[in-house]
């Protein structure tokens, strides 16, 4: 619109001009006709400035949309972020959990002293396993191997102690421990003396021996009960045997939902009275919170033990 408007009025002059020249009589029309002319340019220039605004406007609208992009970008970052956010939570707590377990199996494998371990054994030859200084170790991988059958809860909780060999030794405990055999009255003083039993005291004042049970009495109540009682050292009782009775407590207090298949087995070699250690398993139904298959030493530092009756003597 401006261009034509420029034309007009070049129009304009131009007339003005030839007029002012060639035709003199007609002047005033001519002049007429150039100010008409003039006056048309100028309505043209006027209509033809809103032309900038419309502009201004397109490019206003461009800068929304591109602002309203800018938001989408964003919201669409921030959404990535809180996924990233999500899955480097859920990542931390698998880590976490996978820490736990390790955690688990590592106290599984220790008690107070550090546990090896003693691969595809059985108690037909851990008899003639060495001390070395490790009161602990763990058997067959610490798998306890229970069956489907040894896991059952079909028949509630139960406990069997087996019978007294021809030396009137114990043999052996089993059981499935729940809250519903633990029990509420306080242990009475033990009166028992299983075989080997030649206690003493040592340097330090405590007793060489205790009388041992076989299943804990804070597990089932069996308190003097022949078949529940060996002759073991203080080390082998406690912390020995106790750190895996009080794990298995602490389970059973949990819930009266859980239970445990525990096995003790007292380990003689050849007819000696003395127990060469004990063999414990356990492991709690529906889960592995409790799971542990270990043989315990039965020794005393400072001290050497003749298994064949239970008498000892100060280690050099």
């Known amino acids: 619109m401006q261009l034509i408007g420029f034309i007009i009025i070049l129009a304009g002059i131009y007339l003005c001009l030839w007029t002012y020249k060639n035709k003199p009589r007609q002047r005033w029309l001519r002049y007429l006709l150039s100010v008409i002319i003039f006056l048309l340019a100028l309505i043209v220039g006027s209509s033809a400035e809103p032309a900038p605004k419309k502009a201004a406007k397109t490019v206003t609208k461009t800068k929304l949309v591109k602002k309203g992009n800018y938001s989408k970008r964003a919201s669409s970052l921030e959404s990535k972020n809180a996924k990233l956010a999500a899955s480097l939570s859920s990542q931390k707590r698998a880590l976490t959990q996978q820490k736990k377990a390790l955690d688990q199996k590592k106290q599984t494998k220790s008690s107070s002293s550090s546990a090896s371990s003693v691969s595809q054994t059985t108690q037909n030859n851990l008899a003639d396993l060495t001390y070395s200084g490790i009161q602990t170790v763990t058997i067959n991988n ?89 002759t073991g050292t203080r080390s082998l009782n406690d912390p020995g045997m106790t750190t895996y009775e009080n794990q298995i407590a602490a389970y059973l207090k949990q819930s009266s939902k859980h239970y445990v298949r525990y096995s003790v087995t007292p380990i003689f070699k050849d007819n000696e009275l003395l127990a060469r250690g004990v063999w414990l398993r356990g492991q709690s139904i529906g889960d592995n919170q409790i799971h542990f298959s270990v043989y315990i030493f039965n020794v005393e530092s400072g001290y050497t033990l003749n298994y064949n009756d239970g008498t000892s003597t100060v280690s050099n």
């Open 142 to 230: 610490n798998q306890p191997n229970f069956s489907s059958a040894d896991l059952s809860t079909a028949k509630g909780p139960w406990q069997t102690y087996k019978n007294l060999d021809a030396l009137n030794r114990v043999t052996g405990a089993e059981a499935l421990l729940n809250q519903k055999l633990m029990p509420t009255a306080k242990r009475e003083e033990l009166t028992i003396d299983p075989t080997g039993w030649h206690n003493k005291r040592t340097a330090s004042g405590g007793w060489l021996y205790n009388r041992c049970h076989l299943i804990g009495y804070q597990l089932t109540g069996q308190n003097n009960n022949w078949k529940n009682l060996m």
